[in-house]
C-alpha cells in the first residue's frame, strides 16, 4: 500500500524542523550603526553601550527572567529629527519561522510622550502583518533614563552600566512581544520610525519558543539554542 503523498510532505516537513527554546534574530547585515561608537552620530568616540557583550552571547533580565541575546558591534538606528541621517525604516530583517515570543533590546536618544515613536512590524507569509507601537515612558524610553521602571509589565530594563558617556551610565529596554499569530510562519520583520523626536536604537532580537526551518535554524540560531525536549 503506498503512502499518500499529503502524508510523505508532512512526514518530511517535521523531520526539517526543530523547535528551539531561543533563536538569535541576525539583524548584522542590516545595521544603520555601531555600539562601539557615538551611535548616535556616526562619529567615532565613547558611550556606554562601548560596555556591552560585543560578540558574545549573554543572559539580559527579562520581563518573564533571563533572556540570551548575541550581540555584535552593528545595531539598528532609524530616524528621529534628532538624528534624520538614519532611515526611516528597515525592513525585510529575515524570520523564516514560527515564536511565541519576540524579544527586542533597545532604547531611544531623546524621548517622544505624545504617541508612538517606533513600531515593530512582524510579517507573515500569508501576506498578513501585526505591530507593535513603542512608547516612551511606556515600553520605551531614552536610555539615559534607566532609573524610571517601564510601566509596561512586558518591558524591564535588560541592561544597565553606571558609567561611559555622555550620561555617566545608560541601558537597553528588554519587551517581550506575545506574537499575536502563534501558528503562522513569520517571513520577516521591519523596524519602523514615526519621525519624532526619539531615535530609537534596537541592539538585538531574540525569538521565543520558536519553530524553524533546518535552513532557518543554522542561520538564526547559536551554540546557546536550546533544543526543546
Given at each position: ?5 499529503c ?8 523531520l ?43 543572559d ?25 541621517q ?15 515570543f ?10 517622544f ?74 517571513a ?23 519553530i ?10 547559536t ?7
Amino acid at each position: 500500500m503506498k503512502t499518500p503523498i499529503c502524508v510523505c510532505i508532512a512526514l518530511a516537513f517535521a523531520l526539517n524542523v526543530h523547535a528551539v527554546e531561543w533563536a538569535h534574530v541576525d539583524i548584522q547585515e542590516h545595521a544603520t550603526t555601531e555600539l562601539d561608537i557615538e551611535w548616535w552620530t556616526g562619529n567615532a568616540g565613547d558611550s556606554t553601550y562601548s560596555r556591552l557583550p560585543i560578540g558574545e552571547t549573554a543572559d539580559f533580565i527579562g520581563p518573564d527572567g533571563p533572556v540570551p541575546f548575541h550581540i555584535e558591534v552593528g545595531a539598528i538606528a532609524i530616524n528621529g529629527t534628532n538624528a534624520a541621517q538614519f532611515p526611516m525604516e528597515v525592513t525585510g530583517i529575515p524570520i523564516e519561522g514560527k515564536a511565541e515570543f519576540v524579544y527586542f533590546l533597545h532604547a531611544t536618544g531623546w524621548e517622544f510622550a505624545g504617541g508612538p515613536s517606533y513600531q515593530f512590524v512582524l510579517n507573515y507569509d500569508d501576506g498578513s502583518e501585526e505591530r507593535l507601537d513603542m512608547i516612551s515612558n511606556e515600553n520605551s524610553d531614552d536610555w539615559c533614563h534607566h532609573a524610571a521602571e517601564p510601566p509596561d509589565p512586558d518591558s524591564v530594563w535588560g541592561w544597565v552600566m553606571l558609567e561611559g558617556p555622555p550620561c555617566d551610565g545608560s541601558g537597553l529596554i528588554n519587551t517581550r512581544w506575545e506574537n499575536p499569530k502563534p501558528n503562522a510562519r513569520i517571513a520577516t520583520l521591519d523596524m519602523v520610525s514615526l519621525g519624532t523626536a526619539a531615535v530609537p536604537i534596537i541592539a538585538g532580537v531574540t525569538l521565543g519558543e520558536a519553530i524553524l526551518a533546518v535552513e532557518a535554524e543554522g542561520r538564526l540560531t547559536t551554540s546557546w539554542a536550546r533544543l526543546k525536549q
